[in-house]
Every structure is written in structure tokens, then in C-alpha cells.
């Protein structure tokens, strides 16, 4: 069996029983062996991905794994020889408020051109939302573009009245990235 | 010395010498010791708190210093014996996107009633800021009420132009908080 980024048990524990998918789809755990079937190509339908090696790809998916807080869910079609069609990621934030309580954030939420419309995304995020409601998490929020509103909405999201902010280091990144990122991560296997 | 719950080397990495404070203040992370120094007290400033156990603070301040992804900043006032008047959290979230990138994220941002209008607040979240520069983050963002926005511009910070979005699970966790969230976390230390 694959290595997986998270225990797949813990998706047996959520009830995905109102929606149903196409019998040929598989959703489970991201998986070392998923830059191989198209897990990349998928992401760069959301935003810029890069070239990324078998090295970086597994040096990301064990910090991942070994932090415990990062659950990247894949659907595999079977009927495409495995190839990923789409994928969402809950992570579990901790925090001292609340009584020590845990906060989920959904992020990278994507559906394949060929699939979208078909409620594949609507499944993504409702797994990871109930997953997240599963491990005990207080909240769980997501930022998204103003048009996508009415789809998390249906969902059971709803506008938290704060402003989403940002502060961007593209030209400082293009520096200083690669050698902090390795040098910072290097010894937290 | 106390156990920091991230290296306090990386903090003198960062300049931070264009915004003075008093002499009387010492920002430095968080220590495994902070729960006797009034760091809870000032986080029920921001929300709620509750009450947490030894136990449970220093099972989370492990949790977050093994995932080396939590920047907890305090601002102690030696006059004051070393009281915790000022907190913010710098996390970062890993990625695949962007080649593999790491995002920031500013959290619990409080400074005490006693304090406010110091320019304490605006140090912590240029500090939180910096940090993340120096870590290699390709961005960071921060959920805030509307009526800080002005604050953050200061800082730097603009509106991303996405909605913020929640849903949230306090029915459900009243209970079953406690128990996964223990043993979710049980052997990750």
C-alpha cells in the first residue's frame, strides 16, 4: 500500500452518505506516489506551481505527514488509469484560545476542467469540513474569490465580517526562497 | 534559560531598529514558563480562553514547537516583574503550490488595555512580519475586524480582494472537543 499523507481511516469516520459520486472515483489520502498521476498538473489549474522534483514533492509530503495537520484529499479517477481530478486540503491550526482548541482552514480546493459541474468540489470541501468537525476543531474558515461565495455558502459557510489581508515578498522570494526554505525545514524530519 | 517555543536566534535576524521601544520591555518568544507570567490573561483580552491546565499549555507549546511552525512573539515588562503585555503569532503553512512554497500567517495579535497606543501592536505585527520575510514565505495574510484595516495598511498589509469565510462547530464541540482532540494529538509529541 502507498504512503499516505494522513490515515485514511479517518475519512471512514465521516458520514459522505448524502452525496453521491460516480463509482469509478475514488477519494482518499494524497499519496507519495500522486505526483506521478497528474497531482501537479491539477494544481496548476488553481494557481502557479512551478517545476517541482520527486525530492521537493517528498521532502513537503513528510513535513506534512510528520506535522499531523495536514489532511490533502485526491480523487482518483480509476477509469483514467488513476489520474487525480481533483483535491482539497484541510489543516488543522492550534491554538492557546478556546481552551487550547484547534482551527480548521480549507485551502486549495480544485476540480478538473473535464469534472467540474459535477459536484466533485461540493464533496471536497463538505469532506474536508466534516473531517474537520470529526478531529474537533472549533471553526473551520476559508477565503475565497467573491464569486465563489453562493458555492461555500451552500456548504455551510457563511462571511465571517473580517477582512481578508495580505502582504506579498515575490521579488524577495526569488532571493532568499530556495536556501531558507531547505535550510529552515532541514532538520525537522 | 526557558524552553522557547521557537529559536530566539531568528528574532535577531530581523531589524527591527526603526521602531523603539522602552527599555523596560523585552520581546522575546514564548517560554514553557509564560502561563505564570500573565500570557493567558492577556489572550482573554482578545477572546475566550478558559481555563487551561499546566498539562494542557505545555502539550500544546510542544505540539507547536516540534511542528517549528509557530512563532509565538511575547513582549514581557521587566517593571512589571516580567508580565506578558503584548502577543502575536506568526505560523506557517506549507504548500505545494508555488514550487513548494511556505505561507504566513499572523494570528493573536493583543496588547494589553495598560498598553495600547504604545505602537507595541504595530512592533508585534512588523515582527511577525519580517520573520516571516526572513523565513522565505511567498506571502502573508491576516483576518482582522474592519475597522483595524487602517492599522494594517500601516503595516503594510492590503486587502486581498477574497471573502473570509467560517462555519462554526461550538455545539459539537462542547462534545467532543476534548477527546479527539487528545487523542487525535496523543502520539505526536
Redesign the interface.
Known amino acids: 500500500m502507498s504512503e499516505e499523507v494522513f490515515e485514511s481511516q479517518l475519512l471512514q469516520k465521516i458520514d459522505m452518505s448524502d452525496i453521491k459520486l460516480p463509482p469509478n472515483l475514488v477519494v482518499r489520502p494524497l499519496t507519495i506516489e500522486d505526483n506521478e498521476n497528474g497531482?501537479?498538473e491539477l494544481?496548476a489549474q488553481?494557481?502557479?506551481?512551478?517545476?517541482?522534483s520527486v525530492e521537493?514533492?517528498e521532502?513537503?509530503f513528510n513535513?506534512?505527514k510528520n506535522?499531523?495537520?495536514?489532511f490533502?484529499l485526491v480523487v482518483a479517477d480509476e477509469e483514467q488509469n488513476g489520474k487525480i481530478i481533483g483535491t482539497a486540503t484541510l489543516?488543522l491550526?492550534?491554538?492557546?484560545?478556546?481552551?487550547?482548541?484547534?482551527k480548521g482552514?480549507v485551502?486549495?480546493v480544485v476540480v478538473d476542467e473535464s469534472a467540474r459541474g459535477t459536484g466533485l468540489g461540493k464533496y471536497l470541501v463538505l469532506a474536508c469540513?466534516r473531517l474537520?468537525?470529526?478531529?474537533?476543531?472549533?471553526?473551520?474558515?476559508?477565503?475565497?474569490?467573491?464569486h465563489?461565495?453562493k458555492f461555500?455558502?451552500k456548504?455551510?459557510?457563511?462571511?465571517?465580517?473580517?477582512?481578508?489581508?495580505?502582504?506579498?515578498?515575490?521579488k524577495?522570494?526569488k532571493i532568499?526562497?530556495?536556501?531558507?526554505?531547505k535550510t529552515?525545514?532541514t532538520d525537522?524530519k
Chains 1, 2 share one sequence.
Open positions: 497531482f501537479f494544481l488553481l494557481t502557479k506551481v512551478g517545476e517541482i521537493e514533492f521532502a513537503r513535513q506534512m506535522s499531523k495537520c495536514y490533502v489543516i491550526e492550534q491554538k492557546f484560545i478556546r481552551q487550547c482548541a484547534l482552514r485551502e486549495e469540513t474537520s468537525k470529526q478531529l474537533g476543531v472549533y471553526k473551520t474558515t476559508l477565503e475565497c474569490a467573491p465563489n461565495v461555500y455558502e456548504a455551510g459557510y457563511s462571511d465571517a465580517g473580517e477582512k481578508y489581508m495580505q502582504i506579498r515578498f515575490l524577495a522570494l532568499i526562497k530556495r536556501c531558507l526554505k529552515y525545514f525537522s
